[in-house]
């Protein structure tokens, strides 16, 4: 036994209240996405690292640059790295950048 309407005309009619619900459904989905996206846009973005180290391209990708986490001098290829991953790489011979100036920052100098 089904809880639906046996006639055609009713079916159409369910039909129709139907799809004008569904349509209702997906434009407050909508409105509740973008409201979503703009809180998150809103959100400050999380603080930098302290340190980056970048590295060059190819096969190994080898750190080929110190950074202070906030330089404007860094690349895509950088990753986040704590002090004492950044002294280390100082250390062994991996160029500072000459404009945050790592080295000075870590007691890392020459």
């Not at 909508?30 to 096969?59: C, K, M, N, S």
């Amino acid at each position: 036994m089904s809880d639906l309407p046996p006639d055609l005309p009713r079916l159409r009619t369910l039909e129709t209240w139907l799809g004008l619900s569904l349509d209702r459904v997906r434009q407050q989905i909508t409105v509740a996405e973008q409201q979503a996206a703009a809180e998150a846009a809103r959100r400050e973005p999380p603080p930098p690292p302290d340190w980056l180290i970048e590295h060059g391209i190819g096969v190994g990708r080898s750190p080929v640059r110190v950074h202070i986490g906030s330089c404007w001098d860094t690349r895509s290829r950088c990753q986040p790295a704590d002090r004492d991953v950044a002294r280390r790489a100082l250390a062994d011979g991996v160029e500072a950048c000459t404009h945050c100036r790592p080295d000075t920052v870590l007691g890392v100098l020459d």
